[in-house]
């Protein structure tokens, strides 16, 4: 193996080159390209060494791409190389990727095609999961409504520069990103991008799973079915309000950063959990699927649009001076407390020995290819595992975390120890307690202070979650529906439909959940129920089960991350 290596790694191409004025000897190995600058008398000075897969292209001449692009063509001695910068400054939580860019002169025109030629036949050698054709959804709505410019102006050309051709749809309406990857031919295409937020990237998850059930005779819904790998990455860009998928990834929400990541083929597998309603799939999430304080927030917020991302901080205020906690029973399936624990204090990053172990336990006899997995809750018990447990109360907020979800609201997240890829969810159950309480909660998430060292609130890490309304409160709650609904009753005849008094405060959606919590802010009598925020979006259910299906390490649900993969194994963690 050693000599194979040391093969590879045999100079391609060694000459002397300059640098504006300064003379460099430059070497292309099978690995890296190297520059180092020499004295006047021929002594070593500064190296520069750019990994090849870190190289995003090379042009003729004197060449420019961001902030726009210029060519300088008027010397054939000239060559551009174009690779992957990291940025000293930038985020305190991650580091901020740049288009780094060296001009080299050669002695002679043949010198540099050589270089050229070398150069490319490297980067096609050597980085084999490179995307070469992607499909592309805009959302133009999406955070601050710029989804078009930030696509047209950072990413397109970065693309264009590495070689990739992109087909552009800029969305029209909800889900029709979702309908396209379910619906159309994708013959060619190595991988889907979003431009927007975690809604939209929602939109590209539940395309990529339901197509890849579809494509193999499965049935989503179908709670004895292993769902089936898919092939396709799912890269995100992010130009959305949270943007906590790629937050919590990448450890900044950067779209040069994220189409850098992309081009050179990083990826990560995700966990994903599915949620259920009376044995039929209501949906996939990556993220938090939370009741009570996070899902009035967000249906709160669905009436400030118009705001753009500042609805939430808002909608937050006005819900914590609601001052609301819900009855309900929780059922949760412990994961295996050996493995690890929420609040082990440890950073899940790419090539998490706990997220690596996991997929070992899950699949001992897999080979490397990537699968996704599921199974029915009886089967998620294994010898470590514990048996379901139940928990009964008022609660300010139920919230189940897939992954830390971390974003910039909150730098660490809900659940900072959470794994991307382990298989578990991080349960966090925060009990009814005194307004001053909550708040102290609240704001720990915003500093590194533990938001789970707090009386009334327990957090575990689970495999499955079930919620259900005590017993008595399912009366209650339809009383509250009837009074607000003028007894209107939906097709299915389990729920008023939305008519009567509160049309006026619905703005969107088929969230018929949504109208007891706006009811709430706006009448008298204060809700019994809240609703389920699903990755930013409202269930039309109260009462779900929530499975963690399991994404095998390897695996590529996401292919935008990287921050940490590859890159950071050789250059420390990219979140700090
Ligand atoms: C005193 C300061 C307290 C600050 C508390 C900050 C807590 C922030 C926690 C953020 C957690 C994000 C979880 C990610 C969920 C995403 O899958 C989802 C889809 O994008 N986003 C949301 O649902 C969007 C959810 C957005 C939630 C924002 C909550 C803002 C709370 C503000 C409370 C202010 C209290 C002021 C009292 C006068
Ligand atoms: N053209 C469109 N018109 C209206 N809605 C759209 C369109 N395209 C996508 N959507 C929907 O818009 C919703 C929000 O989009 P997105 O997540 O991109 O932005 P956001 O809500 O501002 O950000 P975040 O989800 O990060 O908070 C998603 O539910 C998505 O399905
Ligand atoms: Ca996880």
Redesign the pocket.
């Known amino acids: 193996m050693e000599l194979l290596d040391m093969d590879i790694d045999l100079v391609r191409l060694e000459s002397s080159l300059w640098v504006g004025k300064k003379r460099y000897r430059a070497a292309l190995t099978g690995w890296h390209l190297n520059w180092t600058e020499l004295d006047k008398k021929n002594r070593d000075k500064k190296t520069v060494s750019v990994p090849v897969s870190e190289v995003i292209g090379v042009e003729e001449g004197r060449v420019q791409v961001l902030p726009q692009r210029s060519v300088a063509k008027d010397t054939d001695r000239e060559f551009t190389v174009f690779y992957v910068k990291r940025s000293s400054s930038g985020s305190p939580y991650g580091l901020l990727w740049r288009l780094g860019r060296t001009q080299f002169c050669c002695p002679s025109r043949d010198l540099r095609d050589q270089w050229m030629t070398q150069l490319r036949i490297a980067l096609k050698t050597h980085s084999p999961s490179r995307p070469h054709r992607l499909l592309v959804f805009i959302n133009p709505f999406g955070g601050r409504k710029q989804g078009r410019q930030i696509y047209h102006s950072l990413v397109a050309p970065l693309f264009e520069l590495a070689g990739i051709s992109s087909h552009v749809v800029v969305t029209e309406r909800a889900n029709q990103a979702r309908d396209h990857i379910l619906k159309k031919d994708l013959t060619g295409f190595d991988g889907v991008v979003c431009v927007g ?3 939209i990237f ?1 939109e590209l998850l539940h395309g990529v799973i339901g197509r890849t059930q579809q494509e193999a005779g499965l049935s989503e819904h179908d709670p004895s079915v292993t769902l089936q790998s898919c092939d396709l990455h799912i890269g995100i860009i992010p130009a ?6 790629c937050f919590a990834t990448v450890g900044v929400n950067d779209p040069v950063t994220s189409a850098l990541h992309i081009i050179i083929g990083d990826s990560q597998p995700l966990d994903v959990c599915s949620v259920h309603h009376c044995s039929s799939l209501v949906r996939y ?4 699927v ?1 009741y009570g ?2 899902g009035d ?2 249906a709160e ?1 669905e009436r400030h649009r118009w705001m753009g991302p500042i609805r ?2 808002y ?3 006005m ?3 609601s001052n609301r906690s819900y009855a309900g029973v929780i059922q949760y399936l412990p994961a295996d407390s050996q493995l690890s624990s929420p609040r082990d204090n440890t950073r899940c990053l790419s090539g998490c020995s706990v997220c690596s172990k996991g997929t070992e336990r899950l699949f001992p006899h897999s080979p490397g290819a990537s699968s996704l997995y599921s199974s029915h809750f009886s089967q998620f018990s294994s010898d470590t595992e514990g048996e379901w447990v139940s928990v009964e109360g008022r609660f300010r907020a139920v ?1 189940l ?1 897939c992954m830390s ?3 910039p ?2 730098p660490l ?2 659940s900072p120890s959470a794994h991307l890829a382990d298989g578990t969810g991080d349960l966090i159950i925060v009990r009814d307690t005194h307004p001053l309480g909550f ?1 102290t909660f ?2 720990r ?2 500093s590194t202070q533990d938001q789970f060292d707090l009386p009334f609130v327990d957090v575990h890490r689970v495999k499955a979650v079930r919620f259900s309304l005590p017993t008595g409160e399912e009366e209650d709650r339809d009383e509250e529906w009837e009074r607000v609904n003028d007894g209107g009753m939906t097709e299915e005849g389990k729920r008023p439909s939305r008519s009567g008094s509160h049309k006026h405060l619905v703005e969107r959606g088929e969230e018929r959940g949504q109208k007891d919590f706006l009811c709430g802010l706006c009448c008298s009598k204060a809700p019994t129920v809240s609703v389920w ?5 409202i269930l039309p259910h109260t009462e779900i089960s929530c499975r963690q299906e399991e994404a095998r390490s390897g695996g590529n649900i996401l292919a935008n991350e990287g921050a940490i993969t590859r890159v950071n194994n050789r250059y420390n963690s990219n979140i700090k």
């Open positions: 937020g975690d809604g929602s959305g309000s949270t943007d906590c998928v999430s990556v993220s938090l939370g304080f996070y927030v967000l917020s939430y901080d909608s937050g205020a819900v914590y001076l919230s975390t979800s971390s974003c609201r909150s997240g809900l708040l609240l704001h998430h915003t925020n699903c990755d930013g979006e």
